[in-house]
């Protein structure tokens, strides 16, 4: 059974950093996308971040620059390092796993809470 497991998330101040953890386990993930997602209380949910088997990478323009997204293939597991992070950044951050992650993520973590205060 496939489990997509979320760490790192936390209240912060506005201007400070964050390091969220997903570990995947339950199959080989070669080949797969790996990526976050996020939702604020009111809103959709809404990408966030993501990166390929080979290590390329795309953000949304909202987090360009304070995030960095990276993986490790041999453990499984995708990071987001989140720099200078503002209010507008509180969400349930999801981790998500898939061949077209960006149309049909196939596999979600829980979520974990991220809240930035002003």
């Known amino acids: 059974q496939v489990q997509l497991v979320e760490s790192g998330g936390g209240l912060v101040q506005a201007g400070g950093s964050l390091r969220l953890s997903c570990a995947a386990s339950g199959r080989t993930f070669r080949g797969y996308a790996m990526g976050w997602f996020r939702q604020a209380p009111g809103n959709e949910r809404e990408f966030v971040a993501a990166?390929?088997?080979?290590?390329?990478?795309i953000y949304a323009d909202s987090v360009k620059v304070r995030f960095t997204i990276s993986r490790d293939n041999v453990k499984n597991t995708v990071y987001l390092q989140m720099n200078s992070l503002k209010p507008e950044d509180t969400a349930v951050y999801y981790c998500a796993v898939g061949e077209d992650l960006l149309r049909a993520p196939r596999y979600w973590g829980q979520g974990t809470q991220v809240t930035v205060s002003s």
């Open positions: 990166i390929n088997w080979s290590g390329g990478n």
